[in-house]
């Protein structure tokens, strides 16, 4: 999968501008926007039609890049999932700092943490130099996007659409969402088992 210099610049300068921007992972295609921008992320939730009540993730180049950035703070048990798990299609739910928004958290304490292991994702992090939002590409209720055709015309004219390879990604299955240090599985999905074994075992 592969996104041209050009299209990553144009996406990186739309999240830099708190616009949204509809981009691949290693799952279901993303909506993008600056995760510490309230009012960039107040626009993911109106466009997605997502109850105010549930959390949206954030996406990061590398776990250390949200520790060091002062995004979260990770426990030494959380920094050894994330060695063992990212970048990879898991959400790891972790402590968030001031810098980060409410409305992204719901007003919770926890920030889910994701680093996808998709090439043009990782491109776009590292460009836009910001973390920006993990949430699929699709009014809530619709089912989530592998290939760009079949996101709905609401979230497609809201944002840039980052085009990469055929526009189609590896797997159906969300993100796992685990809270490694209550030792909880949230959320079902890709590695649960490997995860699940993970937890047991540490």
Excluded: Q
Excluded at 17 to 23: P, T
Excluded at 60 to 72: C, G, L, N, R
Excluded at 115 to 126: F, H, I
Aim: charged share 30%; aromatic share 4%; with cysteine.
């Amino acid at each position: 999968m592969d996104a041209d210099t050009e299209a990553l610049e144009r996406a990186a300068a739309a999240i830099r501008a708190g616009e949204l921007v509809v981009y691949p992972t290693e799952t279901v295609y993303g909506l993008g926007a600056d995760a510490l921008d309230a009012d960039a992320v107040e626009r993911v939730f109106e466009v997605k039609d997502r109850d105010r009540s549930k959390p949206v993730s954030l996406a990061v180049p590398t776990f250390e890049t949200a520790v060091e950035e002062e995004y979260v703070r990770a426990n030494d048990r959380e920094r050894a999932f994330a060695a063992t798990f990212l970048p990879g299609p898991v959400t790891l739910l972790c402590e968030r700092r001031a810098v980060v928004p409410d409305i992204l958290t719901a007003g919770g304490s926890r920030v889910g943490v994701r680093v996808p292991d998709c090439e043009p994702a990782l491109a776009l992090l590292e460009r836009a130099e910001r973390p920006i939002t993990a949430t699929s590409a699709n009014v809530s209720g619709e089912p989530s996007a592998r290939r760009v055709e079949e996101i709905g015309d609401r979230v497609l004219e809201a944002a840039v659409v980052l085009e990469a390879d055929t526009g189609e990604s590896r797997d159906t299955t969300e993100s796992t969402v685990v809270d490694v240090s209550a030792g909880t599985i949230h959320r079902r999905g890709a590695l649960a088992d490997e995860i699940e074994a993970w937890l047991e075992d540490h």
